[in-house]
């Protein structure tokens, strides 16, 4: 609490951004904390992008007709959108902006292990994704962001192969990452940091690091082979050339469905940190909500055939993976319901980032369960490559990951730039995100059960209420985005100065000064007590005791 | 089905076999969603109302571990998740190959950049659209002659991925008279959303109405796939090797279902893949005891001429029965169906 007077008191304190304003300072940094920005900074314009066609993509699907643009240009719109959402958006989303601005500071580190590896990850990402958007200005990919073969390899006419490159280098950033992060947290954590200690949000980095780190390689030779195929003709998985297009779908599902936790993990790292954050509390079950993520991490690896049912994969090997599926649910419906449980006898805040927590909770929970149905071999055959499955993984990639990381951002935003933003705009702009998303992807699970198929430039007529609905949402859902961009974006020049722990959260991250100087901390900090240690009451009335009391009085004295 | 105020469908029509229980195994799982739902939605929403900072509410002894209520929401969701694997997979399997099926029409499916092609057993031939009786189970055999495509009917509830290099096999018994989109369901390229069709389910009396006025299909007159198959045959001068005098290649009678032994010592069951592999690309399959001096036929034949070739070569399986016949017998059973 002290800090956060220190802090006020002496503006010009140095600290991280202040410390020197040149762009070479900047672009050769090895701070993990101007990595993170840099990040943020990058990944910001390509969800700008991204977020263009999906608002074009919903433009078109306005009408049954398709009769905004061509039907080519439809599929590079969609294309686009997935590859630039999902390889230089999401995958590097929490990690890469939170997880390097945040995780040495929650650990007690000075910076990560291998700081310039960390800077050159930026830049092999920056390069994969100006790769992808030089797919994009010679005219777009039209394979949709899974590459199929032997569409991709033998038949399309756009150029593939950049576009697979930026997702082949961009993987490197990922694979650098990761194994920053498993060195750093095993090596660099602060004298009595033990495993037990650290904060949740930790353990989820790090088993998203694990993924990063073990799946990345594959889809890399993927890419590689189907940039082998269409530009040297080797037959790898085009029949006509002695290959099997099926081998494709495979080797990309066993990256593909664990980055889909490379992308929800981060999130759910987050979540543990701001329904403890706002509910006073220690986490229900710490060790439960810890080990789950190393779960995740380890099931995710045994389950991408259930993307495959309809495939022509055997249908006992469909079973394995159904089965193996439902495995993989529990440990997600084990965080759920910790976090929910969190609240019983908390005292729950309903500031901006715990509004996006609890968006979260509701959004992944639809998101989670109805993953059910597709998991389910029977169900998955008429659900399979249909708006069903379009609406379930948008619950859980925007609704989980894009919601957690908004509410991460909120969190930290204080701490990473030193500004306080508005509250009632930001808690508006929640409001308007759950609103909007539901309304665009709810309709969707309705369109899927009645059949109609995703990627489709047009539709038939009796379909078009509930595409008018999800388009009507997407405008809705995009103000929200823009709504935050703007308001961010003011308060770096006009926002309140922030001080060290504006949340009243435990955290070795709060009890430095916002922004952190560059070491992080004057002094190394020694850890002696568990993550999310607030005050609780033990006497059985229904007054606070008296250390809840001195709390609220010293907060009300800051505040 | 509709929403009864506004115009807007919330419910696919069902028109085979499997969706009865496909839909009732869909809405177990909608129930089991609410069901979950309500639970988390309802304690998040309690405990944010009861514990709001500054409530009089009773926070003394707080807990932060309970093994018990661990293992109830570790378990209880798993239990009730293997119960809807199992009764999807056991769906699934009964989807795959209805034990009724001696009765079946066979009916082939090219999918190609951007078009469905069908022929039917006794000939007629067929694009984007396909016509077959109610009650009678239908067997596809599905080939793609480019990129990925999916056979999918969703008043059927069922789809395939149609893929360049190998048969596929959906089987289907239609319950209801009506007219049902068809769609590509995977991505195959601009035209995508445009590779789409209807499925016409028909009365016994029209279909077999249908089949008589499309006598003359589309192409050859009046020809059953079999002998279309025997005309190509003949084209190519397949007997040339192939006739049992000539001894130079295997002979083709009783080939269909047999197993044989390859001249790399593998042995394989000469099926609809291995027929298929044994024209376009023989000499990676060559029977033990002959040379691999077999042209390959590799981008010389259409999907639908390997299909053709492969059925007449079927029906040298029963020697005692003639093309012809055999043709005729399949036209009769459609008649029964």
């Known amino acids: 609490m002290s800090a956060a007077g220190v802090a006020t008191k002496q503006p010009e304190a140095v600290n991280y951004l202040n410390v020197d304003n040149s762009i070479k300072s900047w672009l050769l940094t090895e701070d993990h904390k101007r990595i993170g920005i840099l990040y943020l900074v990058t990944i910001s314009l390509m969800f700008l992008v991204g977020g263009i066609f999906a608002m074009l993509i919903r433009l078109e699907l306005l009408t049954p007709a398709g009769d905004v643009v061509m039907s080519d240009t439809y599929n590079k719109m969609f294309t686009m959108h997935g590859v630039i959402m999902i390889f230089f958006f999401l995958i590097p989303s929490i990690p890469a902006v939170l997880g390097n601005f945040c995780l040495p500071i929650m650990i007690g580190a000075r910076d990560v292990a291998f700081p310039r590896l960390n800077l050159a990850s930026w830049y092999v990402f920056t390069l994969g994704a100006t790769l992808g958007v030089t797919a994009l200005v010679l005219g777009g990919v039209d394979t949709g962001w899974t590459f199929y073969t032997p569409y991709s390899s033998s038949f399309s006419h756009t150029p593939v192969i950049i576009a697979v490159s930026g997702a082949f280098v961009a993987g490197f950033a990922s694979i650098f990452t990761g194994l920053n992060f498993i060195v750093t947290i095993h090596k660099m954590r602060a004298p009595g940091m033990t495993w037990f200690r650290l904060p949740l949000f930790v353990w989820g980095q790090y088993a998203t690091s694990l993924i990063m780190v073990l799946g990345t390689p594959v889809i890399a030779i993927t890419l590689l082979l189907v940039a082998v195929e269409r530009g040297l003709r080797i037959g790898v998985f085009d029949p006509a050339l002695g290959g099997d297009p099926v081998l494709f779908q495979h080797l990309f599902w066993f990256y593909s469905h664990p980055a889909v936790y490379i992308m929800i993990l981060p999130g759910m790292g987050v979540m543990s940190e701001l329904i403890a954050t706002f509910s006073r509390k220690r986490i229900f079950g710490y060790e439960f909500v810890a080990y789950s993520s190393l779960a995740i991490a380890v099931l995710s690896f045994v389950v991408w055939g259930h993307h495959m049912f309809v495939s022509g994969q055997s249908m006992y090997l469909g079973m394995v993976f159904s089965v193996l599926t439902t495995l993989v649910a529990i440990p997600s419906a084990v965080k759920i319901f910790n976090w929910a449980v969190t609240m019983h006898k908390g005292h729950v805040k309903l500031d901006s980032p715990m509004l996006y927590a609890l968006s979260f909770i509701g959004l992944f929970t639809i998101g989670g369960l109805t993953g059910l149905f597709l998991a389910a071999m029977a169900v998955d055959i008429h659900l399979h490559d249909t708006y069903f499955v379009v609406a379930h993984f948008h619950y859980v990639m925007v609704g989980g990951a894009i919601v957690a990381f908004l509410g991460a951002l909120h969190y930290w935003w204080p701490k990473m730039t030193g500004r306080m933003y508005p509250e009632p705009w930001a808690k508006l702009s929640a409001l308007i995100v759950f609103i909007g998303f539901n309304l665009t992807f709810f309709p969707q699970f309705i369109l899927g059960y009645l059949g109609m198929p995703r990627r489709y430039h047009s539709y038939p007529d009796e379909w078009q209420t509930l595409n008018v609905l999800s388009s009507a949402g997407a405008s809705i859902l995009a103000s929200g985005f823009i709504l935050v961009a703007v308001y961010l974006l003011w308060s770096l020049r006009y926002g309140a100065k922030a001080p060290a722990n504006p949340w009243d959260a435990t955290g070795l991250e709060w009890k430095t000064p916002s922004p952190p100087p560059p070491t992080n901390f004057t002094q190394r900090p020694i850890i002696t007590e568990e993550a999310y240690n607030y005050p609780i009451v033990l006497a059985k009335n229904g007054e606070p005791d008296e250390a809840v009391k001195q709390e609220e009085a010293e907060k009300h004295e800051h505040a | ?337």
């Open chain 2, 1 to 337: 089905m509709r929403l009864p105020f506004a115009n807007i469908p919330i419910w696919p029509e069902g028109a085979s076999k499997a969706a009865f229980e496909m839909d009732l195994l869909y809405l177990v799982i909608v129930g089991l969603t609410v069901f979950f739902c309500i639970i988390v939605f309802g304690l998040v929403i309690y405990f944010v109302a009861k514990y709001y900072a500054g409530s009089k509410a009773d926070r003394s002894n707080p807990t932060f571990h309970n093994m018990p209520l661990e293992l109830a929401w570790s378990l209880i969701p798993l239990a009730l998740g293997l119960f809807v694997f199992g009764w999807a997979a056991k769906l699934f399997v009964e989807m795959q190959a209805p034990i009724q099926s001696e009765n079946a029409l066979n009916i082939y499916v090219v999918g190609k950049q951007w078009m469905w092609q069908m022929q039917h057993p006794t000939g007629q031939r067929e694009n984007n659209e396909l016509h077959i009786p109610v009650g009678r189970s239908v067997k596809l055999t599905l080939i793609s002659q480019d990129v990925i495509h999916s056979f999918y009917v969703p008043a059927f509830r069922t789809k395939t991925d149609v893929v360049p290099g190998r048969y596929r096999t959906l089987w289907f018994e239609p319950t209801k008279v009506g007219k049902y989109h068809l769609f590509c369901a995977e991505f195959c390229g601009t035209k995508h959303a445009e590779m789409t069709g209807w499925v016409y389910v028909l009365s016994p009396e029209d279909y077999e109405k249908w089949l008589q006025d499309n006598r003359w299909g589309m192409g050859d007159e009046g020809v059953t796939v079999a002998q279309a198959g025997q005309a190509l045959y003949e084209q190519l001068q397949c007997s040339s090797c192939h006739a049992p005098e000539q001894r130079i290649g295997p002979p083709l009678t009783g080939l269909y279902g047999s197993t044989r032994t390859l001249s790399d010592g593998r042995r394989v069951v000469a099926d609809y893949d291995y027929l298929r592999q044994a024209i376009l690309d023989p000499q990676a399959v060559t029977v033990s005891g002959h040379e691999p001096i077999m042209p390959p036929y590799r981008g010389q034949l259409t999907e639908q001429e390997v299909i053709q070739l492969i059925e007449f070569i079927k029906t040298l399986s029963a020697p005692e029965a003639p093309p012809v016949a055999e043709a005729e017998q399949s036209d009769d059973s459609g008649g029964n169906g």
